[in-house]
């Protein structure tokens, strides 16, 4: 036999043995074989029973929840030694974790190839999704100690109380007292972020202005919103005498484009909600397609089908939200002075508002945008973006963001790099990608 996947040696019963189990738990299972050296050497144990009793113990009392449906021990003999053989199934109540570390990234393992890996934070929670077979933001958050500074003052400003029964009806506490993971999102800790950033011209070549929000969600709104009132601009004509404004990009389609990506968005995927104001254009992209349930002919009829409604029901109750599934008609709504409109661009990942400016004759047939379109896919976009913002990074980081297969990614990065727009630097083990001038 040889480690691998689903095998693992060890010479003797020791701490790393429960950071296997737990991994085989979280993964696809594997079989842990105590009394064998790493390179294969069956060594034996002097009181294999003792040694199934230690482990059995520390199996019970190191990892929650109790593993002990998915495991099974026993003294097995190899080459006439005897040895303690353990299998791990998957899991069904994962994660599981140490419990000395927690419900948290350092408690929680995964098995990647022959070794056993902290989880990510995006893993946790991809898992506590699947276990409890429930929406993200009714799921319990990792962080138990937040503070809400930013939302007390949101609430506050707006006349409407923000106390104890206010943040377990609105579903930031749960039923046990616990935070949600709605209550991390509005909480000053929250882990996602909106990313602005405002270019001179049609391409993301030259930065004029760039801002990463934080804070609450409610906090990141006020500031990407003042952000943008000072990026967008106006055109001034005279009509009959009379001096009239004309906004490049309609105040409600960009506050309804921002507060769409902000409430619908899947806050499990870890890439941020990205802004982008160009010359020609206003995007909005957010990670997370249409909710599940929600085919593209529904969402053209403004069926509202929220993936986060206990976001939307508090966004509602601060006034943010005028009314449930109203957003993209007020949008179009917008633009119908003009020749030009919104455009939509949805793939299974990513959801992308486009908004041309209306001040530009040649955004009246969305020319400009409809070129932009086919030069790169949504995803194309989102990885550029990204090498852009925070490279040079290596395609791990990269595929940790997004929910690409390394195969879909690698390829993503190869296009990228015919187009000229990356270049791939370092060899095989310390590649990095870096955007191109």
């Known amino acids: 036999?040889?480690?691998?996947?689903?095998?693992?040696?060890?010479?003797?019963?020791?701490?790393?043995?429960?950071?296997?189990?737990?991994?085989?738990?979280?993964?696809?299972?594997?079989?842990?074989?105590?009394?064998?050296?790493?390179?294969?050497?069956v060594l034996g144990l002097e009181d294999a029973e003792a040694t199934l009793l230690a482990l059995t113990n520390a199996l019970r009392d190191s990892i929650k929840p109790s593993p002990s449906s998915v495991i099974q021990c026993e003294v097995i003999e190899r080459e006439g030694k005897r040895l303690?053989?353990?299998?791990?199934?998957?899991?069904?109540?994962?994660?599981?974790?140490?419990?000395?570390?927690?419900?948290?990234?350092?408690?929680?393992?995964?098995?990647?190839?022959?070794?056993?890996?902290?989880?990510?934070?995006?893993?946790?929670?991809?898992m506590l999704r699947e276990s409890e077979g429930t929406s993200f933001e009714r799921g319990r958050s990792l962080d138990q100690e937040p503070t809400f500074d930013h939302a007390e003052a949101a609430f506050a400003e707006r006349a409407v109380e923000f106390g104890e029964a206010q943040m377990r009806s609105l579903g930031l506490?749960?039923?046990?007292?616990?935070?949600?993971?709605?209550?991390?999102?509005?909480?000053?800790?929250?882990?996602?972020?909106?990313?602005?950033?405002?270019?001179?011209?049609?391409?993301?070549t030259t930065f004029k202005d760039r801002l990463e929000t934080s804070g609450s969600l409610l906090h990141q709104l006020d500031q990407a919103l003042d952000f943008l009132a000072t990026h967008t601009h106006y055109k001034t004509e005279f009509v009959n005498m009379r001096r009239v404004d004309r906004e490049d990009f309609p105040s409600d389609a960009v506050r309804e484009a921002l507060l769409n990506a902000v409430a619908h968005r899947d806050y499990a995927i870890q890439p941020p909600t990205l802004v982008s104001v160009l010359e020609d254009r206003l995007e909005v992209t957010s990670p997370g397609g249409l909710p599940r349930g929600c085919s593209y002919e529904e969402f053209q009829m403004d069926v509202s089908m929220p993936r986060n409604p206990k976001l939307a029901a508090a966004l509602y109750r601060l006034g943010l939200i005028e009314a449930y599934g109203t957003g993209i008609a007020r949008m179009f709504e917008a633009y119908e002075e003009g020749g030009s409109a919104p455009a939509f661009h949805i793939t299974k990942n990513v959801f992308k508002v486009v908004l041309p400016n209306r001040n530009m004759p040649e955004a009246d047939e969305l020319g400009a945008i409809a070129d932009y379109g086919r030069s790169l896919s949504t995803d194309e976009q989102m990885v550029l973006a990204m090498v852009r913002e925070d490279g040079p990074l290596k395609r791990r980081a990269i595929q940790e963001r997004f929910d690409l297969s390394q195969a879909t990614l690698l390829r993503l990065l190869k296009r990228l790099e015919e187009k000229g727009l990356i270049s791939a630097e370092g060899n095989t083990r310390r590649r990095v990608y870096v955007a191109r001038p």
């Open 1 to 41: 036999m040889l480690e691998g996947e689903f095998v693992e040696f060890k010479r003797e019963l020791c701490k790393g043995l429960l950071k296997t189990v737990v991994a085989f738990a979280n993964s696809k299972g594997g079989a842990i074989y105590v009394g064998i050296d790493d390179d294969g050497t």
């Open 84 to 126: 303690v053989g353990i299998k791990v199934e998957r899991g069904t109540k994962r994660p599981y974790y140490l419990a000395a570390k927690g419900l948290r990234p350092e408690g929680v393992y995964v098995r990647q190839g022959a070794a056993s890996y902290m989880a990510s934070e995006a893993e946790v929670v991809a």
């Open 173 to 204: 506490v749960d039923e046990d007292g616990q935070f949600t993971n709605l209550g991390r999102l509005i909480s000053d800790q929250c882990p996602p972020i909106i990313k602005l950033a405002s270019f001179f011209g049609t391409k993301r």
